[in-house]
C-alpha cells in the first residue's frame, strides 16, 4: 500500500474479500420476485463465504457449495 508523500514508511499489508453476484444483462430474466435487497443479500453471503475461506478471496454467489 503506497500512500504519497510517505515515500520511505511501510504502511502494512492490504487483504480484499468479496462477494459478487452476478445479474444478467437483459433483467426480465429475473423472477419477478427478485429484489434489489435480494441481489444485495446473495453478494454479502458470498462475501462472508469468501472470507471464511481466507484472506484474498472472491465468491461468486451460486458457486456457493
Do not use: C, M, N, W
Not at 492490504?14 to 434489489?36: A, M, Q, Y
Not at 444485495?40 to 484472506?55: P, T, V, W
Request: proline share 3%.
Amino acid at each position: 500500500l503506497k500512500v504519497r508523500g510517505v515515500e520511505k514508511q511501510e504502511l502494512g499489508h492490504l487483504s480484499v474479500s468479496i462477494g459478487i453476484t452476478i445479474v444478467p444483462h437483459d433483467f426480465e430474466k429475473l423472477s419477478p420476485d427478485t429484489s434489489v435487497t435480494d441481489l444485495i443479500s446473495r453478494a454479502d453471503q458470498a462475501l462472508y463465504e469468501a472470507k471464511k475461506q481466507g484472506r484474498d478471496r472472491f465468491v461468486v454467489y451460486g458457486a456457493i457449495t
